[in-house]
Structures are given as structure tokens and as C-alpha cells.
């Protein structure tokens, strides 16, 4: 079954993107697309239930040659383990939620088929990657769902921002993509294969053939790869076309930039987690923590609404790879499936408000034209102009007006913000921070230490800056009386999904995660604990408690509860129970402190107002420049991007000469002495001078035979014609 | 026999199109595109007949003895790669034709004429195997082409052709010359001359790899592999020879610009494998073993080729230039394919080979739409044309796709196997390769938004949507390009144990 399930889960959002595109190239309009795509990911959606039943213990790929040369070949198949499963059940119950909601969002669009038939795309893109068993045809699918990205990101190009934001986002990755295929590229050359699983698979010949001496450039190849989710998940250094992204329609801002697409990146990363290395393991460990420290410092400072949280995806997506670079390979993957649904939550919670201000914006348009003119000038060239629907500082007290909306938001910033216990995001955080301080404890590890500090901070940043948000948007006072007069709760189409997401960002659905026998993580042959690391004695082998079971949460908060007063449990996922006991209590402990002091300060602030964000932003005043210009990663882009074109104009001047002075070089045709006297014609002109001047002697000819071109061309062909047979003839009596 | 009607009845159609009526020009038309969809139906039932499980030539006529004075012979016949181009070459006939159907204002007669007469030199070059008859079938594509773009080009046609004309011949004189040491040489058995001379190629193969036969002699190769060298470099073209390509194609009509980057160029590369790389294994050995300057000789022409190509179409302004220069970078890809000599890096080259051929014919063709409506290609002239022509927008989306190695379509596949192949001898050039992806990338998308994205330029708000007959031209190459991308096999499975048979004989010195 496992087979035609998949199958059928990919054809269906493919065949609603075909009825599009043979449609569309026949001229015809078909008005119906929504119905159409959704159906198509409700139906992908059932069959990923109905695949849930089909997780075997130890799982094998279903494979067919794609690609057969004559001693290699490449096959593409499907890998079902439990971890697919839950990813597909995410990517459709998210895809058709976004897909429900733009019923409602996007319905005023003139492009509103086109936006289906993309979204189409995408899902059929993404469950591609999430399927494959490959790295080739995670790779294809990688790239599609870029392609898919692209187009919606774009989907109004006719806005300048847009047009500038689609091609940034899909070259910003592309670089990261190519650093991934260098890193397949490496795997193959070893390996004569690219497939993960079996026994030919990557994961199994790296456990058997590569040796000590191997693992510097397994480490290489491990970071190579990982450069793919850099760009993906927008990691630090490539993260600054996810903010960009936020041009494009706010469902797709939810689905493809905070809940799937992005999280892409982290799936990667946890399929790779058997070939990576100590050293790759840290590197990842390192990118991801830090990324989540500094998107969500850049995070505080942000007025419009969709970029507080663009960055504060990218700094959970620094969460996440910051789990699976300390070898917590499930709460990694656990904080990926909370995030998919409170983000999604939160990004579609912003677009009902964006939505409830559109007519607004509408109508407001030409004042704001007329506004930007005397805009501050260097705000305008940062491409900070936030559209007034976005703008935080024109909301509040929204919370009578939209009381769906607000409630829903306000579960999911619990969520994110690790509000303990009956938040689904607490407990994937909670695992995140055990996991590392685990890791640190074991391998007495200062490096993870650090880590745990860099972890902790960002958790409380993100509580902060999220409560900031809620309480800006919805509390106090409205700011724009104009606009709140506007603004009314969305319709039905687009806060059933809201309701819907809300409730799954309670942890009772999320139980899969809490089983230890659904979700294992694979084994790490390459990794090894460093040297002098004092692993801590395993004070219960072979214990097989399972915690936390599929009945839910109650059970779980309870084992919590028992680990709490000291009782030898199995926790985390890595076995060590000793230290990964003591690193949860301390990891919970600590997270609660700090998710609880980010929402009293922000509260102070904003709600309260007893401590005003203007004079602190004075009184450090570098410090908010740094979180105010993003730390100035775009202008460095900018100034490298000149640099590069001033590069590679040189590169021009000098790469006839060079190049031609070595083909005559190596030919050995010529002496040294003959050569030098060469150079001087062989400059950059030579390679096209030359031909003019010897079309210049051949004029002669050419004047003649042009003669012959005006008019008597019939008269020509027919003499070539006679020449050929004459040719056959004269030849053949020889 | 099949295959000696398939090629010579566009010069049939040559003949009846000459002898018909000057004023009638749409019975012209139509006869001309009768004349090359038979090729394109014969090239069908070749493809779907060709055994795909032996390397050997099918589908033989002859070897009839034609010059006997020197042992010259007609002899043709086919295998997977010959097939395979010969399909492309067939299916871009009646589209070039359909595509010349509404934008060539005078004498429709004898640019017909000349375009058949072109096809038959095409089809006849990709399934010679003599030697002496692969240089005619080489040297009759060059008339028709420098009458084409030198009669129904744009404002400097004349220049183009002529620089087009004498590069090619530059390329040909050395190569004849080539061609006659191989055939004095032919007959040379440790030093004592035997036999007959000849000029036939699986002869010639089978000597070359022959112990003491002077043809199989390492340096005689080296030399002899660098006269079809660069023969071959001017139309492939690869650096520093490419410089007549970029003139040729902005001066050449859209049907024309169409067949010189599907065809003409895989000409070059056709060349390179089925001589250079079979017949002269130690010569070629020389310049790709990966020791020393020489050893990396081919693989650096490849990147070189790449990058310089890529980073030419960044600097580019005119549509149908930053096209013609994208070529340059692509076929880049095939050299560096080629170079690996293993089995990815030729099938990727010869994958290359066919895709390129397709998207790039894509690319001219959808070039010529735009031309055809705003009478200019400056890419910074136009603007926002997504609002006003969604369905061209959509299409010209798919082959910028395409071309630049999007996953799912054609191109991908070719580059990154030649890519896989090539990291296995030389790590350093391929990965400095691949910034070629990138620059790729950028120029393409840069386009984009500069033709189709933004507000839409008041200048344009007329413009039409691409025609029924613009759409026809496009669909079977779009079709191609996504089933390849899709199902690769279905083009590998032709020239696989050809490839292999290759690779054997390269391994064999």
C-alpha cells in the first residue's frame, strides 16, 4: 500500500497544476482552480493519515531506476519512516488549511486561478522532496519547491519590491544549493551512488568503508551539504531573502516561508544525520545558534508586522538546526512540526489582520504616495518601507475588533514563546535546551555550553519580541483611529483555519512526538565524542520506561512531573540518562525563568508601558543601529556584489591574453622569442581583430559574391546543385 | 536506404521548390514544410526502431564505392548518438519552417531552397561514416548558412556571414589537413605501407586502436586529434574561437539563429566524440589524463568556456546576445562531460548535446516572438510584459527554467551528470564550474524581471499575445523538455551501449 499511497498523495496537487498549465496554454480560463487544488490536498491529506498505519520498524525504500548509464545507475523511490509520515501530514494539513484561507485572502486577486495552480506546484514539490530516498531526488525536489517559491514570492511582480525579492530569494539560495551539489558530488564520486537507504545506500557504505583518515573529508562533505540548508532555512550568512519573501501574498508567507519550504533546510539536515561528523555536527550547531540569537535580536526592533515574523522564523529555524547539530535529532524535528502549525498560525493570524486593513490600504494608497516623497530618504533606500496594512505602529486594540483572530494568535505566541506545559512549543523548546545542555554535560563540552547560553537568550528574546507584537497589534489604544474603523473580523474561510491551526498548537496532538518507539533517531557511526569528554556513567542501561506514550499529554506532563522529583527515567533521545536527566530539569527550569521574564519586560513595555522602548533605543543607540540595520548584511552584499562585477570586468581585460598566451604556450609550435613577439597581437581584440582583418584582404571576394546574392540566388543554387551531381559524376568515372 | 531518402529528400525538396512558380509563395511554403516533415516521420520510425541493446551502426547504406581513385566511400549508417541527433535535427526542420512562415519578406523561394539544402548537409553529416563524406556533408552546411544569414539577416548580415564563413573555413582548412595525414597514414603497418589507404571511420576506429599501425602511433594521434581539434572548436565554439557566434546569431533570422545553436553547434561536439575522442583514444588521452597543463587542457577549455560564457551574458544588453552567449557557457558543460571520459561526464555531454539543442532552439525562437512584435531586443526596453502576454511570459518562464538547470526539466540532467563526471578527475575546475550555475542563474532571472516583471511599460500595453502558430512552433520542444527532465532514460537508452562501447575503447589504450 505504501507505494500507490504515495503516489497518489504526489499526483494529486501535480494533476491540479496540469489542468492549469494545459489550460492556460490552450487560453482558456478555468475559474474553479481553488476548488480544484484543494480538493487535490484534502485528498493528499486523507491518504497521509491512511499512511500513518503503514510505518514498519525498520523501513525500506521503494525504488525504480531513473537513470540508468552503463555501470551506474540512479533510482528515485520513497523512503517511509515515521518522521515521513509526520512530515506529510504536516506539509498537506498545513498546505490545505493555507489553501482554505486563501479562498478568502486572495479572492479579489486578478491572478486568483494562477496563485491555486502555484500553490499546486509547490505542495507536489515539497512532498516530493519530503518522499525521496535520495539525494538526487531531494535535490530535484529542493529546487522545485525554489521554483515555486519564486513564482509566489513574485506573484505580484508588478511591484518593483516583488520583482527584486523573488530573484534575491532564488539566487540568495541557489548559492547554498550549489555548495550542496559540491557535496553530492563528493559522495558520489566516493560511493558511486547517491541513494541514502539500503544496503547500497550512502549511510550504510559510510559505516562500513570510511575510516578515521576519512573523516575530514566526510566533515567537509557533511558541511557542503548542509550549505543546501543554509540557504533553504535562511541560516546565517544567507538568511536575508527570507525577509525579502514576505512580498509575496501572506498564505503563502505562512505555508512556503515559515511552515514547509524553510523547515526544508532542517529535514535535510535530520536525513543526513548519520553521515555527520563531530566537526560538521558543531558547525551546524554553531550556524543554527547563533542565527536564532541574531534573527531574533534583529526581531525586536521590526515594525511591520510579517518581518517580526520572518525573522523570528528564521531564528526558530536556527532552533532547530541548533537540536540536530547537538545530536538532538528528535527534538529537532518535534520543534520542526510545532513551529509548521504556531508559525503558520501566526503568519495566517497576520494576514487577517493585513486582510482587515486591505480595503484601507486601498483606498489609502495615493495619500501614502504622496507620504513616501517626503519619507525619510535612507529608510526608503534600506527597502524598509513598510506598507501602512503591515505596520504595527498603526494597530492596537484590535482585540474587540477581532477577537478570532486575536485568541488564535495569542495561543500560538504562548506557543512559541514556551509557555510551560499546555503549549505544544514548550515542550519541542524544552527538548531543544535539554538536548544541548545534555550534550554539554556529557561531553563536557564548553562549546555547547556556550550554545545553551545562545539558546536560552534566544528564547527569551523570542518571548519578548513575540508578546510585543501581540500586545501592539491588539492591546491598547488604537493608533490609526481611520484604519480600526476599517478593520472587522475575516469570514469564515479564513479563520476555520485559524480555530483549526490554534488547536493544533496544543501538544495533544503532537503525542507522536512523545513516543519514543514511533520516532527513533538513526545512528551516528562518524560521530564521536571528543577525547576529552567525561561521559557520564550510564547509571540505568538498558532501561526501556517509555515516558511519554501515544494517550497524550496528561501522561506526558506527569513522567515530566516524576522526572521532576528525581525518579530514574528515560529522557531525551540520546540514552544518556544520567546527565540528560539533570540537563532537563536544569533546561525546563531555565526556560520557564526566561520565557516568563521576556513577557513581563514586554509587558512593561508595551502593555504597561512603565519602561519606554524610545529612551532604551536612545540610551544604546549602536546597539539598535545593529538591530536596526539588520547588522548590515545587505549592504555588505551590495558592496561584495560591486566588488565582484569589478572583478570580473578585470577578469575580461585579462583572460584573452593570459589564455591565449598559454594555448600558444603549451602547443611547443612556437620558441620562447617567437612567442614574446606574438603576445603583442594576441590581446583581447586579436581574438576578433584578426577575423576583420582577414575579412578585410577576402573583400574582394566578398563583393563578388554578394553580386551573386542580389537576385540570382535561384541561378546560384541551381550551379550548386550541378556542381554536387557533377562532383557524384566526375569522381565516380575516376 | 531508409536513411539515404531521409537524407536526401530535402534535396528533393530542394529541387521541386526551385522549379515552382516565384509568386507563389504559400505554395512554397507548404511544399518545403511537406520536404521536411518526411525526414521528421523517417527520424521518428529510426528512433523508435533502432535496436537499443548493441553499440553497433544500423540502419547501414553501403559502403558504395564512390571515388575509387582513393578509396573514397558513400557509407552511412547510424547509432544511438547519430539517432538521437538526427531526431533533433529532423524536428527542428518543420519547426524552422513553420517559424519562417509569417517574418521572411523576400524571396521566400530561395531561402526555402537554401534551407533545405542546409537539412540534407545536417542529416548527412550526423550519419556519415566515411570520413571524406562527413567533411562534404561539413562543408555543405556552410553555404546555405552564409547565404542565409548574409541575404535575410539584420543590418550587418554581411559581416556576420562573412566572419561566420571564414572562421569555419579556418577550422576546415586544418582539419582537411588532418583528414589527409589520417588517410596517407591508413595503410602504415610498422612502417611499411599495405593495402589500400581508406577513409572509412569503423576502419579507421579499428586501425587506430591497432599495436604498431602508424595510425595508432601517440604522437601522430596527438597531433592529428588537434587539427579536427579545432576544426571542431570554431563550431562547437569553444575559446578562444567563439567570437564569430554572437555576430552570427544577432545578424541571423530567428529560424536560422534556431538551427545554428540546435544543430550547427552540436556539430562541433558530434565531431569531437564520434573522431576525435573514438578514433584518436591516446591523442585525447593527452589532453585529459588530468597530469600536468595538458593532461587538464580540455577540462579547462570546458570551464573556461563556462564561466567566460556566463559571465559574457551577464554583461549583455541585446535578448537574442545574452542568448547566443549562454550557449557558449552551456556548451561548455559538453566539453567538460567529454573530458571526464567516464560514463556520467559523456552521457551528460551527449544528454547536453540534445537538450541544449532543444532549449536553445527555444530560446531563439521565443527571442524572435518579441522581436517580431516590438522590432527591437534591448532587454532594458521592455518591462513588465508578464500583465500584457501571460501565456509567452509562461513559456519563456519554462526555457529560461530549462536552460538554467532547474530540476524536473531537460538541462538539468545533462549538466549535472557532466558535472558528476567531470569532479571525478578534476575536482578543482568542476567546482570553480559551478559558479557557472550560478551566474546562470542570475542572468536569466535578471531578465526576467527586466522583460516581464515591474510595471508594464506604457510603450508595450498593445502588445499582442503570442499566436496559435508561435505556441505550435514552441509545444513539441516544451513537450521535450519536460519529458526528458522527467524520464531521462528515454534518450539515454538510445546511445547507452554506444557510451560504453566508447568508454571501452578509451580504456582499451
Same mark, same amino acid.
Given at each position: 500500500m505504501v507505494v500507490p499511497l504515495i503516489s497518489f498523495i504526489l499526483l494529486c496537487p501535480l494533476a491540479a497544476f496540469a489542468v492549469f498549465g494545459i489550460l492556460g496554454l490552450a487560453n482558456?480560463?478555468?475559474?474553479?482552480q481553488d476548488y480544484l487544488s484543494t480538493a487535490a490536498m484534502l485528498i493528499a491529506l486523507a491518504c497521509s493519515f491512511l499512511l500513518l498505519r503503514e510505518v514498519v520498524p525498520s523501513p525500506e525504500a521503494h525504488t525504480v531506476d531513473w537513470l540508468s548509464l552503463g555501470n551506474v545507475t540512479f533510482s528515485m523511490g520513497f523512503y517511509l519512516d515515521s518522521v515521513t509520515v509526520i512530515m506529510l501530514i504536516v506539509v498537506t494539513l498545513v498546505s490545505s488549511l493555507v489553501h482554505i484561507f486563501s479562498m478568502g485572502y486572495m479572492h479579489?486577486? =486578478?491572478?486568483y486561478p494562477r496563485f491555486f495552480a502555484y500553490l499546486s506546484l509547490f505542495s507536489f514539490s515539497m512532498l516530493f522532496l519530503v518522499v525521496s530516498d535520495n539525494l538526487l531526488g531531494i535535490y530535484i525536489g529542493w529546487e522545485l519547491v525554489g521554483l515555486c517559491s519564486y513564482l509566489l514570492i513574485g506573484? $505580484?511582480?508588478?511591484?518593483d519590491s516583488a520583482a527584486n525579492a523573488c530573484k534575491k530569494a532564488f539566487l540568495t539560495t541557489r548559492v547554498g544549493d550549489v555548495g550542496m551539489f559540491i557535496g553530492m558530488m563528493m559522495l558520489f564520486t566516493k560511493?558511486?551512488?547517491?541513494? !541514502?537507504?539500503?544496503?547500497?545506500?550512502i549511510f550504510t557504505l559510510a559505516a562500513s568503508q570510511?575510516?578515521?583518515?576519512d573523516m575530514v573529508w566526510l566533515s567537509i562533505a557533511g558541511v557542503l551539504i548542509f550549505c543546501g540548508a543554509i540557504g533553504k532555512s535562511a541560516?546565517?550568512?544567507?538568511?536575508?531573502w527570507l525577509p525579502d519573501a514576505?512580498?509575496?501574498?501572506t498564505p503563502v508567507s505562512a505555508l512556503?516561508? *515559515?511552515?514547509?519550504m524553510v523547515a526544508a533546510g532542517v529535514y535535510l539536515t535530520a536525513r543526513m544525520f548519520p553521515i555527520l561528523t563531530e566537526t560538521s555536527s558543531l558547525v551546524i550547531a554553531y550556524v543554527g545558534g547563533i542565527t536564532a540569537l541574531v534573527a531574533a535580536t534583529i526581531a525586536? #526592533?521590526?515594525?511591520?508586522i510579517k518581518r517580526v515574523l520572518a525573522y523570528s522564523t528564521i531564528s526558530q529555524l536556527g532552533y532547530m538546526m541548533l537540536a540536530i547539530g547537538a545530536g538532538s535529532y528528535v527534538a529537532g524535528l518535534f520543534h520542526l512540526t510545532t513551529h509548521a502549525f504556531f508559525k503558520a498560525l501566526l503568519f495566517l493570524g497576520s494576514g487577517s489582520v493585513i486582510h482587515a486593513f486591505h480595503a484601507m490600504h486601498a483606498h489609502a494608497h495615493d495619500d501614502e504616495k504622496h507620504d513616501h516623497e517626503h519619507a525619510d530618504d535612507e529608510e526608503y533606500i534600506l527597502g524598509s518601507e513598510i506598507p501602512p496594512d503591515q505596520?504595527?505602529?498603526?494597530?492596537?486594540?484590535?482585540r474587540h475588533k477581532m477577537p478570532i483572530t486575536f485568541i488564535t494568535m495569542l495561543i500560538a505566541t504562548l506557543s512559541i514563546s514556551g509557555? =510551560?506545559?499546555?503549549?505544544?512549543g514548550f515542550w519541542s523548546k524544552d527538548k531543544i535546551l535539554a538536548g544541548v545542555l545534555g550534550r554539554a554535560m556529557e561531553w563536557n563540552s564548553i562549546h555547547h555550553y556556550i550554545l545553551f547560553v545562545i539558546a536560552l537568550l534566544a528564547a527569551g528574546i523570542t518571548a519578548f519580541y513575540m508578546f510585543r507584537l501581540i500586545f501592539m497589534t491588539f492591546?491598547?489604544?488604537?493608533?490609526n483611529q481611520e484604519m480600526h474603523e476599517m478593520a472587522h473580523e475575516s469570514p469564515l474561510s479564513m479563520t476555520v483555519p485559524l480555530i483549526v491551526l490554534a488547536l493544533l498548537s496544543f501538544p495533544a496532538v503532537n503525542t507522536l512526538w512523545f513516543n519514543k518507539d514511533y520516532v527513533k533517531p538513526p545512528q551516528?557511526?562518524?560521530?564521536?565524542?571528543?577525547?576529552h569528554a567525561q561521559l557520564a556513567?550510564?547509571?540505568?542501561?538498558?532501561?526501556?520506561? #517509555? *515516558?511519554?506514550?501515544?494517550?497524550? #499529554?496528561s501522561e506526558a506532563v506527569a513522567a515530566e512531573e516524576d522526572a521532576g522529583q528525581g525518579t530514574q527515567d528515560v529522557h531525551g533521545d540520546?540514552?544518556?540518562h544520567g546527565s540528560a536527566h539533570t540537563a532537563h530539569t536544569i533546561a525546563m527550569v531555565l526556560s520557564i525563568i526566561v520565557a516568563g521574564l521576556g513577557i513581563f519586560l514586554s509587558w512593561l513595555f508595551y502593555?504597561?508601558? *512603565? !519602561?519606554?522602548a524610545e529612551s532604551v533605543a536612545t540610551t544604546f543607540r549602536p546597539v539598535y543601529n545593529l538591530f536596526w540595520h539588520k547588522y548590515y548584511f545587505d549592504e555588505f552584499y551590495d558592496g561584495v556584489l560591486v566588488a565582484l562585477t569589478v572583478w570580473k570586468a578585470r577578469l575580461f581585460a585579462r583572460f584573452d591574453g593570459s589564455v591565449v598566451d598559454g594555448i600558444v604556450n603549451g602547443v611547443?609550435?612556437?620558441?620562447r622569442d617567437i612567442l614574446a613577439a606574438f603576445v603583442g597581437f594576441f590581446?583581447?581584440?586579436?581574438?576578433d581583430g584578426l577575423v576583420n582583418r582577414v575579412a578585410k584582404i577576402t573583400w574582394a571576394i566578398g563583393g563578388r559574391i554578394r553580386r551573386i546574392q542580389t537576385g540570382a540566388i535561384q541561378t546560384y543554387l541551381f550551379v550548386v546543385l550541378v556542381g554536387i551531381v557533377l562532383l557524384i559524376l566526375i569522381f565516380r568515372v575516376l | 536506404m531508409l536513411l539515404s531518402l531521409m537524407i536526401f529528400i530535402p534535396l528533393l525538396g530542394m529541387i521541386v521548390v526551385l522549379l515552382?512558380?516565384?509568386?507563389?509563395e504559400e505554395l512554397v511554403k507548404r511544399v518545403t514544410l511537406l520536404f521536411t516533415l518526411i525526414p521528421l516521420a523517417l527520424a521518428v520510425y529510426l528512433f523508435i526502431t533502432y535496436?537499443?541493446?548493441? *553499440?553497433g551502426t544500423q540502419f547501414f547504406h553501403g559502403p558504395?564505392?564512390?571515388?575509387?581513385a582513393f578509396n573514397i566511400q558513400y557509407h552511412i549508417g547510424v547509432d544511438g548518438l547519430s539517432v538521437t541527433l538526427l531526431l533533433l535535427t529532423a524536428l527542428l526542420g518543420p519547426i524552422c519552417v513553420i517559424a519562417s512562415w509569417r517574418n521572411i519578406e523576400k524571396g521566400i523561394k530561395a531561402y526555402m531552397a537554401l534551407f533545405l539544402l542546409l537539412e540534407t548537409g545536417m542529416l548527412g553529416f550526423f550519419a556519415a561514416l566515411d570520413l571524406f563524406l562527413f567533411y562534404v556533408f561539413f562543408e555543405l552546411t556552410l553555404l546555405p548558412m552564409y547565404f542565409l544569414i548574409g541575404i $535575410?539577416?539584420?543590418?550587418?548580415r554581411e559581416y556576420a556571414a562573412i566572419k561566420f564563413f571564414l572562421y569555419t573555413l579556418f577550422g576546415s582548412v586544418l582539419m582537411l589537413v588532418a583528414m589527409i595525414a589520417v588517410y596517407l597514414n591508413s595503410n602504415i603497418v610498422n612502417g611499411v605501407a599495405e593495402g589500400l589507404r581508406t577513409f572509412d571511420i569503423p576502419t579507421l576506429i579499428t586501425l587506430a586502436a591497432t599495436q604498431g599501425h602508424a595510425l595508432a602511433d601517440s604522437d601522430f594521434q596527438i597531433w592529428v586529434f588537434l587539427g579536427f581539434f579545432i576544426g571542431f572548436a570554431v563550431k562547437v565554439p569553444i575559446f578562444p574561437f567563439h567570437t564569430w557566434l554572437p555576430d552570427a546569431h544577432v545578424e541571423a533570422p530567428t529560424a536560422i539563429s534556431v538551427i545554428l545553436a540546435g544543430i550547427l553547434l552540436k556539430m562541433g561536439t558530434y565531431g569531437l566524440v564520434r573522431v576525435n575522442m573514438a578514433m584518436f583514444p591516446q591523442g585525447l588521452d593527452h589532453f585529459t589524463?588530468?597530469?600536468?597543463f595538458w593532461g587538464n587542457s580540455l577540462a579547462l577549455l570546458g570551464f573556461i568556456n563556462i564561466v567566460y560564457g556566463s559571465f559574457c551574458a551577464l554583461a549583455q544588453t541585446d535578448f537574442k546576445k545574452l542568448v547566443a552567449y549562454s550557449s557558449i557557457g552551456h556548451m561548455g558543460f559538453v566539453i567538460l562531460g567529454l573530458a571526464a571520459r567516464n560514463d556520467p561526464g559523456i552521457t551528460g555531454a551527449i544528454l547536453q548535446m540534445f537538450n541544449h539543442g532543444v532549449i536553445s532552439a527555444m530560446l531563439f525562437l521565443l527571442v524572435g516572438v518579441l522581436y517580431d512584435r516590438a522590432?527591437?531586443?534591448?532587454?532594458?526596453?521592455?518591462?513588465?510584459l508578464g500583465t500584457r502576454m501571460p501565456i509567452y511570459t509562461g513559456i519563456t518562464t519554462l526555457a529560461f527554467m530549462a536552460s538554467l538547470g532547474l530540476?524536473?526539466?531537460?538541462?538539468f540532467v545533462g549538466e549535472a551528470l557532466s558535472l558528476l563526471g567531470a569532479y571525478d578527475k578534476f575536482k578543482f575546475l568542476t567546482i570553480l564550474s559551478t559558479i557557472g550555475i550560478v551566474v546562470g542563474a542570475a542572468y536569466f532571472l535578471w531578465t526576467l524581471q527586466r522583460v516581464f516583471?515591474?510595471? !508594464?511599460?506604457?510603450?508595450?500595453?498593445a502588445l499582442s499575445e503570442i499566436n496559435g502558430r508561435e505556441i505550435l512552433t514552441l509545444v513539441p520542444l516544451a513537450i521535450l523538455t519536460v519529458l526528458l527532465g522527467v524520464w531521462p532514460n528515454l534518450a539515454i537508452d538510445m546511445f547507452r551501449e554506444s557510451v560504453t562501447n566508447l568508454i571501452n575503447v578509451l580504456h582499451a589504450i
Open positions: 482558456k480560463r478555468f475559474p474553479r479579489d486577486d =486578478p491572478r506573484f $505580484w511582480f508588478e511591484k560511493f558511486q551512488t547517491l541513494s !541514502l537507504y539500503g544496503e547500497d545506500g570510511l575510516t578515521t583518515g541560516q546565517m550568512p544567507l538568511h536575508t514576505m512580498e509575496g501574498p512556503i516561508h *515559515a511552515a514547509t525586536i #526592533v521590526r515594525f511591520d505596520d504595527m505602529r498603526n494597530m492596537g486594540g484590535l509557555v =510551560p506545559f499546555i503549549f505544544s492591546f491598547g489604544e488604537p493608533r551516528q557511526s562518524h560521530l564521536h565524542a571528543p577525547t556513567p550510564d547509571t540505568k542501561t538498558g532501561g526501556t520506561g #517509555v *515516558a511519554l506514550s501515544l494517550f497524550g #499529554v540520546d540514552g544518556h502593555h504597561r508601558r *512603565a !519602561l519606554s611547443g609550435l612556437v620558441t590581446d583581447n581584440r586579436v581574438v | 515552382l512558380p516565384r509568386e507563389s535496436d537499443r541493446s548493441t *553499440a558504395v564505392p564512390w571515388i575509387d $535575410w539577416g539584420g543590418p550587418r589524463n588530468g597530469i600536468g522590432h527591437h531586443r534591448e532587454i532594458n526596453g521592455f518591462g513588465g530540476p524536473g526539466l531537460s538541462g516583471l515591474g510595471t !508594464l511599460n506604457p510603450k508595450y500595453e
